[in-house]
């Protein structure tokens, strides 16, 4: 604001020279008299309202003034009240420091800015300075002060409102919590065994991995947070140790090792055994050496079989009183079933003898001892049930 002091007729001398001087409410403004008939104030604000005037003096000593103006001082209202973040975007991570800057496009004169937390309007801090911005800090956010801020200024004329911003509090997980859950209290070869991995802590999502002495088994997700599991079925080299890993983004985590003792029962592992066994001389020997032991094998199973077994021939037949058809004793002849001899274990050989009658005369040779197809069919059945190998069937015929 520019105070000029002018004066109205003039004496017609030239040697007249005038120093001028302004006041406003009885005081003197700046440093008095001076030869300059303006006065010039920088910035103005609400307090400079008040009553101003002028006095004109000449030399020698000749004084006059102005009359009184009444000067008042009105202030812009603020308008455009924004809520800015730092760090940008209201995503914080928990410990870092979170600033809330309330800016004001227009307004003068002294503003009164206020923060608020939530939509009912918690009332965080108020400040009043001579500037369009103001700042209030969280120097170690929690995750509690995840919520929605706004602040409001004011210059005199009423609040203004910015509107709502919402904080997001990043956490890092935590170190997540491995448990097995067996069926029992020891695991078996084909039970089926669930790992559950579980953070107590961390912003969703989360990724979670599962590892077996360092091998992945697997990963899941979990959306919102909380835990998940994997299943699978056990087999014998699934013994060792296990641990998982959560990961959020903000930094991964390792459970402890959980150790996992499979037992394997007597059965599995003698088939585990030979199998093992196998795959070793397969390997080693080639399928050439072990096409020449499996006959060697073979041959002394067959020599050994030979010296121990009865000779198969079938015994002498049961004497009958009559074998023509034209014999004055028709006797009905019936099959002839004889065990033989129990040979090892489980085994046992059985000789089976059909006496078929003729209509050739006794004459022409002994009865004829055979075993038909529907006969041998229901032997077979029969030792089947008795747990006799094909092999040992065939040698009985």
Request: hydrophobic share 35%.
């Amino acid at each position: 604001m520019t105070l000029t002091c002018k004066i109205q007729h003039p004496p017609q001398e030239s040697d007249f020279q005038f120093q001028f001087c302004f006041f406003k409410d009885g005081r003197v403004l700046g440093k008095g008299w001076n030869s300059s008939p303006e006065f010039q104030i920088a910035t103005i604000w609400r307090e400079n309202s008040g009553s101003y005037w002028c006095r004109a003096k000449t030399v020698p000593s000749r004084e006059t003034w102005s009359q009184r103006i009444q000067i008042q001082v009105q202030r812009v209202p603020v308008s455009n009240v924004s809520l800015e973040t730092q760090p940008p975007g209201g995503l914080v991570m928990e410990g870092e420091k979170l600033v809330l800057v309330c800016l004001v496009a227009g307004g003068t004169g002294d503003i009164t800015f206020f923060w608020y937390k939530g939509a009912l309007g918690l009332n965080l801090e108020t400040k009043t300075q001579r500037s369009l911005t103001a700042k209030f800090e969280i120097p170690t956010v929690r995750e509690s002060d995840a919520e929605q801020y706004y602040c409001a200024a004011d210059n005199g004329y009423g609040p203004s409102l910015s509107g709502l911003v919402s904080i997001t509090v990043r956490i890092p997980v935590s170190r997540p919590v491995l448990t097995l859950r067996a069926p029992g209290a020891e695991a078996v070869v084909v039970d089926v065994v669930e790992l559950h991995c579980e953070a107590q802590r961390g912003s969703p999502p989360i990724l979670y991995q599962f590892y077996h002495e360092d091998v992945t088994l697997g990963n899941s997700l979990a959306p919102s947070g909380g835990g998940v599991s994997f299943n699978f079925s056990l087999t014998a080299e699934y013994s060792g140790n296990y641990y998982c890993e959560a990961n959020n983004g903000l930094g991964a985590q390792r459970s402890e090792l959980v150790p996992l003792n499979i037992t394997v029962p007597a059965r599995d592992r003698k088939e585990l055994l030979t199998s093992g066994v196998i795959e070793v001389l397969l390997g080693i020997l080639g399928p050439g050496t072990m096409a020449l032991l499996f006959c060697c094998w073979l041959k002394r199973k067959i020599g050994r079989r030979a010296a121990r077994d009865p000779p198969r021939s079938p015994p002498s037949p049961v004497p009958q009183q009559s074998t023509y058809l034209n014999s004055p004793d028709r006797e009905q002849q019936h099959p002839v079933y004889e065990n033989v001899n129990v040979v090892r274990g489980d085994e046992v050989y059985s000789l089976v003898y059909h006496m078929q009658q003729e209509l050739q005369p006794a004459a022409v040779g002994p009865p004829r001892t055979h075993i038909e197809d529907k006969d041998s069919s229901a032997i077979y059945s029969w030792l089947k049930k008795a747990s006799i190998t094909d092999l040992d069937y065939e040698d009985a015929m």
